[in-house]
């Protein structure tokens, strides 16, 4: 949301950013007192989130909390992904009744998709069930939307954006957002961010230091979290691999308590492995000794990955993520994916193959070919920029 409002503040157009009172503190927290002054064209606003005062302040909330407390009159964005629910009690029970690997037909713009490929919120049985009942509503808002802005490209999702348009006036495929910020030459926006943990930009310097496509990047985004046991399992297969890696262990990575690794895997992994609570995501993906993604496959992170040639390994944990990894492995050979139950000898094994395997290489080219199709994208006469001239013409000039 915040590229988008600097491509738009770029267009010429006053932006005003509300933020929830936590959220707020946590970017002041993270990037410093000044950090949501703004400018007189683009100034920050807070609301109340509906939920108790928390102290803690370097986690992110309770997604079914905030479903609950959100006023109605405000509605949070979220990838879209299924264009319309089958709203029988029927379906609803087909989509845990054990049949995950049955592949369906009924989604427009999305064949040979699985149960299981299907954003998790909906995977349920429970017709009361508080995310499934608030993706509804926002999905009934939709007709009343003058437009539906998707941070993609058409070459990466034509199918998809072909069946939305047929349901919908005004598909508008504006992406990639974080290239189309880094085209804005008005060095004046560069101070405005919106990264709610502190970047340790030492990992930069860390990165510099290592050889061309040797590192793997590991970063399960910022809401996904584990258990003590996946986080042990996770660390010994890359001290297995003994490949290079830049690891991000948020504060709140693991469920209930902090991340504390092995003392023995520090040890053995000293030398070669780097240890982060966050870092600049784009710009790591964009470093040349980057040549693997370890990710939960959130859309910021598969997009991203996209646009800087990295292929991925995935290991998705809830809502679109399913899909993203679907599409990652299946679709656009970019991928490969890791089982929920997560074993050491399944990540050394995947992350040998993404580094040096045959397979690896495949996944590389792949995602080079997507990587200039996306460039083509948010060029001079680009999908992506044709799509937000129409954007700021028809929709929001039009007024």
């Known amino acids: 949301m915040m590229r988008l409002a600097k491509v738009l503040h770029y267009r010429g157009f006053h932006v005003t950013f509300v933020l929830t009172d936590y959220n707020h503190k946590r970017l002041i927290k993270s990037r410093g007192p000044n ?18 005062p928390s102290d803690y302040a370097d986690a992110t909330q309770d997604i079914q909390s905030l479903c609950v407390s959100i006023p109605k009159t405000c509605l949070l964005p979220f990838c879209i992904l299924l264009s319309k629910l089958n709203g029988s009690s029927s379906s609803n029970s087909y989509l845990t009744n054990g049949y995950l690997d049955t592949t369906i037909d009924w989604i427009p713009g999305m064949k040979n998709i699985r149960l299981r490929d299907i954003p998790s919120f909906i995977r349920t049985t429970d017709s009361k069930d508080i995310i499934l009942n608030f993706l509804i509503k926002e999905l009934e808002a939709l007709d009343k939307a003058s437009a539906i802005i998707i941070n993609t490209f058409d070459a990466l999702e034509q199918e998809v954006l072909d069946a939305l348009s ?58 996904a979290v584990m258990t003590p046991h996946q986080l042990t399992e996770f660390a010994w297969g890359l001290a297995n691999s003994q490949k290079p890696f830049l690891w ?38 964009n470093h040349a000794s980057v040549g693997g993604f370890l990710t939960h496959s959130g859309w910021n992170s598969t997009i991203e990955s996209i646009s800087g040639g990295v292929p991925v390994i995935c290991w998705p944990f809830f809502a679109e993520q399913q899909t993203n990894c679907r599409y990652s492995c299946v679709e656009w050979g970019i991928g490969m994916e890791i089982d929920s139950d997560v074993k050491r000898e399944e990540v050394e094994k995947l992350v040998r193959e993404l580094m040096e395997g045959g397979r690896g290489k495949e996944m590389k080219e792949m995602t080079m070919e997507w990587k200039r199709k996306a460039e083509v994208a948010i060029g001079p006469g680009g999908s992506s920029q044709l799509h937000l001239d129409k954007l700021v013409n028809e929709v929001l000039l039009s007024k």
């Open 166 to 223: 047929a349901m919908y006036p005004r598909v508008y495929s504006v992406g990639p957002l974080h290239s189309m910020v880094n085209q804005i030459s008005d060095q004046t926006m560069r101070s405005i961010g919106s990264n709610l943990w502190k970047e340790e930009l030492e990992c930069i310097k860390w990165l510099d230091s290592k050889q061309t496509n040797s590192v793997v990047y590991v970063n399960f985004g910022s809401i």
């Open 35 to 52: 950090s949501c002054d703004g400018l007189p064209d683009f100034c920050f606003e807070t609301i109340p989130d509906g939920l108790p």
């Open 248 to 285: 991000i262990t948020r504060p709140d990575l693991v469920t209930g308590e902090n991340a504390i690794l092995p003392a023995l895997f520090l040890h053995d992994t000293k030398e070669r492995g780097m240890l982060a609570s966050w870092c600049p995501q784009e710009q790591v993906l």
